[in-house]
């Protein structure tokens, strides 16, 4: 069964430390990206990537890392420098970064700071 | 600046009783507009793209359209499980990669 997996479903994180979401796809897609999603707005990117090793900083990049070293993972490391964490975080990909190709998401991942 | 708005935020409807959810954009160009369902607690699921004035889609109950300065999602004889949040998205002519940019989405409550 082809999809995105992203784990784990629910994440909480104290202050001050970093956590890693996960997400990976056996899609065969070459186009990866992460998107934040908060109640009442639309998705906003974070970063994307169209090829392995390689990645760009989306609109809020500002407090999170990414790393592409295989095609298959795209994971998302938000750090403590991220002021306002708590949010839904979404996985998507698509079979490359060529005009309007269609991007699936994932299951998303819901992060809480405490 | 790129805009996309989604009205009405919330639609409430009785089940088959048909409606139109709106997304108006605002872009130097369109390359692609993306209309996505997203039930609570998952990721968006694609529904369709549409990519020239004129041009519709339909998939089931639902059918979408797009004209130059927006687009519309017709839901005709909805049931319960039409309920969910409908997103829309446009993708500019200048947008690097593959970006998209989303409206607030419309949420949509179909009672039996």
């Known amino acids: 069964d082809g999809g995105i997996t992203q784990s784990p479903k629910y994440l909480f994180r104290k202050e001050g430390q970093n956590v890693t979401l996960s997400c990976e796809q056996n899609?065969?897609?070459?186009?990866m990206y992460w998107y934040r999603q908060d109640p009442g707005q639309g998705l906003r990117l974070i970063y994307y990537?169209?090829?392995?090793?390689?990645?760009q900083k989306g609109d809020i990049a500002e407090g999170y890392s990414v790393s592409r070293e295989k095609k298959e993972s795209f994971p998302l490391t938000v750090t403590s420098a991220q002021k306002n964490p708590t949010a839904f975080y979404l996985c998507a990909s698509s079979i490359g970064a060529r005009h309007a190709d269609t991007q699936y998401f994932g299951p998303g991942t819901r992060l809480t700071v405490l | 600046e790129d805009q996309v708005t989604q009205s009405p935020e919330a639609l409430r409807l009785q089940e088959g009783e048909s409606s139109s959810l709106n997304c108006s954009y605002t872009?130097?160009?369109?390359?692609?507009l993306f209309w996505y369902r997203q039930d609570p607690g998952k990721g968006p699921e694609f529904l369709f793209t549409?990519?020239?004035a004129g041009e519709e889609k339909e998939k089931e109950r639902l059918k979408a359209t797009l004209t130059k300065k927006e687009s519309f999602l017709h839901i005709t004889a909805p049931k319960p499980e039409d309920s969910a949040t409908y997103l829309c998205?446009?993708?500019?002519?200048?947008?690097?990669?593959?970006?998209?940019?989303f409206g607030g989405g419309t949420r949509v409550l179909v009672k039996p």
């Open positions: 990537s169209q090829i392995v090793n390689d990645f």
């Open positions: 899609l065969n897609h070459d186009a």
């Open positions: 872009v130097s160009g369109l390359r692609g």
């Open positions: 998205a446009v993708q500019p002519q200048e947008a690097a990669g593959n970006k998209l940019t």
């Open positions: 549409l990519y020239s």
